[in-house]
């Protein structure tokens, strides 16, 4: 009730929204809060929707018919590089500062969200997956025990895998990439859609994010289980065991085969910061495409894995230990040390060659990735002497420089794939031609966060125009 009267309020005279909106979060929240003080992310959504339905429409009639922005011929032929023409609620990135989730940047989560030992704080660890999924979700920041229940909530969603998926990642060849396995293996998932069952049932669109919700839970609690089993067949014996008593992190430790708390708290840091970025990163993007023909979660976020697994996107960090390695035995074989002279030369080589470096370089950053930098703050305080890690840090001393003489690239800074390689290395994770199912299990929890709200929000199918050479020539001829 308290809801929708605020809400009249606001379609009425839409004044001072960041205020209103503020107070209706915690309003909601107080509101969506059962007799035990902890909500579950079910009740907190359930509770912010017509507000957030109400906002849009506000925000359409107040503002419909405003002009964000033009398009120039480059932008329509590049790519649409700073074309503003998607909605995205969960997360924002700043050319200069990188991403924030939900307004918060990645140090200030570090700070604030609950983490494995409890308490928010560098000093307990590094935040809990589960817990930027409730922030990303719902814009709030979670208590201890409400995360918990979150986590409870996706381990027992797990056991619904279906019981044929398993069986068809066994029969997979071996040698068939492991992102080709990861899509394989959550497009057979999607027989559990219950939002493809509820759309065939006749489900009105009113109540589509209902069962959106379910899909986008499920899905997240599933694929650890699709990804651990390809790995563990890939490279092992196939067996996956697990470890419910730990979180999401922890847990999917166990399921690839691993058990030390330093790689625990690696995943936890690895899982929280590849989630989303922003809606125009082709992983998310094509979620949300996909998804707004009203394919199902489990669909729509198969289309982003495929987007995934292109090496200009998240296949770069296979790409780059790739390169690594392609330094280090060229070193070997000449009888030289990986120092800063000779990646200079290897670096020299791979551009001469017309191939892009790997890790370096981005559609939309212009400075260091906050990404790359937290996983270095990671090296520096668990593995300083690290001999990949030195490497890593050689590069980065000498590419920006290279990458600025070679006058190409508008980002010479190194992004996210640049460094993650090397911590998984260090743990012995080396099977890098894996390396992006991981970023997989990640990106799950924003591109699917934002499905839900493009479901609540109810919005279209995208078809934005295209246009034609001839027509740009003619268009322009007549201006
Ligand atoms: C999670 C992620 O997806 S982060 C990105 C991961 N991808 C990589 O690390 C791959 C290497 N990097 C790249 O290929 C690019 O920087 C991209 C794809 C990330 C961004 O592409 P764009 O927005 O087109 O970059 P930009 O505008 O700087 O490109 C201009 C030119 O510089 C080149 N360039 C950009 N980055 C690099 C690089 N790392 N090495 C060599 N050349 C580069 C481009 O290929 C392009 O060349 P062209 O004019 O011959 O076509
Ligand atoms: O933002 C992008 O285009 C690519 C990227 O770093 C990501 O998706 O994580």
Known sequence: MMGIAVCRNIFLSPINFTTMLSKISF???????????????????????????????????????????????DQC??????????????????????????????????????????????????????????????????????????????????ASLPSHVVPLLNSLPKDMHPMTQFTIGLN?????????KAYQDGAPKTEYHEYVLEDVLNVVAQLPEIAATIYRNVYFDGVVSKDTSLDYSGNFCRMLGYDDKGFDELMRLYLCIHTDHEGGNASAHATHLVGST???????????????????HGLANQEVLGWIQ???????????????????????????????????????????????????????????????????????????????????????????????????????FTQFQYYTVLFGVSRAVGALSQLYWDRALGLPLERPKSVTPEFIKKFCESQ
Request: with cysteine; proline share 6%.
């Open 326 to 428: 392609g330094i280090q035995k060229q070193m070997a074989d000449e009888g030289k040390e990986v120092n800063a002279e000779t990646i200079t030369q290897f670096t020299w080589d791979t551009l001469n060659a017309k191939k892009v470096i790997p890790g370096y370089g981005h559609a939309v950053l212009r400075k260091t990735d906050p990404r790359y930098s937290c996983q270095r703050e990671f090296a520096l305080k668990h593995m300083p002497d690290d001999e990949l890690f030195k490497i890593v840090s050689t590069i980065y001393e000498v590419m920006p420089g290279i990458l600025t003489e070679h006058g190409k690239t508008k980002n010479p800074y190194p992004n996210v794939d640049s460094h993650s390689g090397v911590l998984l290395w260090h743990y012995g």
């Open 27 to 73: 309003a909601s929240r107080t509101l969506a809060r059962n007799a035990r003080g902890v909500a579950t992310i079910q009740e907190v959504l359930k509770s912010q929707v017509p507000q957030k339905q109400a906002d849009l429409l506000a925000l359409k009639k107040e503002h419909g018919d405003k002009v964000l922005g033009e398009v120039t011929v």
């Open 77 to 158: 032929i590049g790519g649409a590089r700073g074309v503003k023409c998607m909605l995205w609620e969960t997360s924002n990135l700043d050319a200069e500062e990188g991403i924030r989730f939900r307004g918060h940047t990645i140090p200030d989560c570090q700070q604030i969200l609950p983490t494995f030992k409890g308490p928010a704080g560098p000093e307990n660890g590094e935040p809990l997956l589960e817990s930027l999924f409730w922030l990303l979700l719902t814009s709030e920041v979670p208590t201890k025990a409400e995360v918990d229940g979150l986590t409870a909530d996706l381990h027992k969603r797990a």
């Open 294 to 312: 009203l394919s199902d979660p489990y669909l729509a976020y198969a289309g982003g894995l495929n987007a995934l697994a292109g090496p200009l």
């Open 188 to 196: 057979a998932a999607q027989t559990g859609s219950a939002f493809a």
